[in-house]
């Protein structure tokens, strides 16, 4: 169980990474598109020149920010998942054990016997006070 929720977590956060990083590329090529504008447009002045680079240099920036808060994003939220997943696994286990011993006492007990009927493969309890 473990195995097959971390497996869908990394196949998740697999799918977002590559949405993302589509998304970034596009970004990065619509940035270049206007850099390439802005250096073939011979009427336009030094200082509007300088305007426009600079935005676009503003726009690269945000995009590597908002990779890096990407990265540590899921970084951590990897974490998260993995000790969720950790604690799910340990929770089932300890559930599971708690009722096994339950049954356990109840099979030994004096006072009642557990039969198992073959035929309908229900549990049977049967009084032996009688």
């Known amino acids: 169980m473990r195995i097959e929720l971390q497996r869908k ?6 799918e977002k990474t590559m949405q993302y990083n589509q998304l970034q590329d596009l970004g990065l090529h619509q ?3 206007q850099l390439e ?4 447009n011979q009427i336009m002045s ?5 305007i426009m680079i600079n ?3 503003k726009k690269l920036a945000g995009i590597i920010d908002n990779a ?4 540590v ?4 939220d990897m974490q998260l998942i993995s000790k969720d997943i950790n604690l799910i ?12 011993e339950q049954f356990q006492l109840i099979g030994m007990s004096d006072d009642a016997t557990v039969l198992l009927d073959n035929s309908s493969e229900k549990l049977i309890n049967v009084d032996n006070s009688e």
């Open 89 to 100: 696994t340990s929770s089932g286990q300890h559930f599971i054990q708690r009722h096994l």
């Open 73 to 76: 994003q899921l970084n951590d």
């Open 9 to 14: 977590a990394y196949e998740l956060i697999h």
């Open 55 to 57: 935005a676009v240099d």
């Open 68 to 71: 890096t808060r990407f990265i």
């Open 31 to 33: 940035a270049q598109e």
């Open 46 to 50: 030094e200082t509007s020149r300088t």
């Open 37 to 40: 504008r802005i250096d073939s």
